[in-house]
């Protein structure tokens, strides 16, 4: 099946043969280790690309700056996104960036709302995931919450995955493949927990794709792909400034908090 030429449902996120999550919920991603924080950013913009052209609000922790660095608008136009469809918000804390996404979920003129925060965050406990899953359901505005270097505890998401980058399938003369992604799903409430998924980005025709075709062996379930060359490692799929410029070198940013 294949959505390239038709428009995906307001009810659905994202859909290839295999892997779909549902709008209007709120949806966690944990970094499998510290090195894939960055990915569960790309991982949920590439998600957030199937709502149109709908602005994007992405919350992030002001804490992950100091390990991944700031969002950089020419990397981010290298995988096919449009940084003016980007209202990015700099967190000081775990709570700002929460109030941020709330009041964001709550606006049904949004595509997806991405809440990016590092750390155990006691204050993302039950009560404040169940705002956000309520905001969500009012509004059909998926929520994608992210965390890295925390711990998987109980809260009121829809679904709860477990990601991290995998090595690209190399190009010819061995240049960097598309950026992929192994997703494990560690809670679901259709009782799907333990899938797997080895997605690849489309740049040109925006969207997730699984690396195996239905039908194929491995297909949903295989975390490595050794069918074709691979890179020697996984491949960050998102350019980070490692450099903290002025603040009014970046348009697109406010601070939170």
């Known amino acids: 099946m294949s959505f390239a030429m038709r428009r995906i449902p307001d009810c659905q996120v994202h859909a290839a043969p295999g892997f779909s999550l549902a709008a209007a919920v709120l949806h966690e991603f944990y970094a499998s280790a510290d090195a894939d924080g960055v990915s569960l950013t790309a991982l949920a913009l ?3 690309a199937s709502r149109g052209n709908k602005a994007k609000l992405w919350i992030r922790h002001e804490a992950l700056a100091s390990e991944t660095g700031t ?15 980007l209202l990015f918000v700099r967190a000081l804390d775990v709570p700002s960036a929460l109030q941020a996404g709330l009041e964001g979920a709550r606006c049904k003129a949004l595509g997806a709302v991405i809440i990016d925060i590092r750390g155990e965050a006691r204050a993302y406990d039950l009560t404040a995931s169940r705002r956000l899953a309520l905001a969500a359901k009012t509004s059909g505005v998926p929520v994608f919450l992210l965390r890295s270097g925390a711990t998987v505890k109980a809260s009121a998401a829809e679904t709860r995955w477990l990601a991290r980058s995998a090595p690209s399938r190399a190009l010819a003369a061995k240049a960097p493949g598309q950026p992929a992604f192994h997703l494990t799903l560690l809670r679901a409430r259709n009782g799907q927990e333990g899938a797997q998924h080895h997605l690849e980005w489309n740049r040109d025709a925006q969207r997730l794709e699984n690396r195996f075709a239905e ?15 691979s890179l020697s490692r996984p491949v960050v799929p998102i350019s980070l400034n490692r450099s903290r410029p002025a603040r009014d070198e970046q348009p697109h940013a406010q601070r939170a908090g």
């Not at 039908?215 to 060359?229: C, I, N, Q």
């Open 46 to 48: 590439m998600l957030g």
């Open 71 to 85: 969002p950089y608008p020419a990397g981010l136009v290298e995988l096919g996104f449009d940084p003016t469809l």
């Open 215 to 229: 039908g194929e062996a491995g297909y949903g379930t295989r975390p490595d792909d050794r069918s074709a060359p």
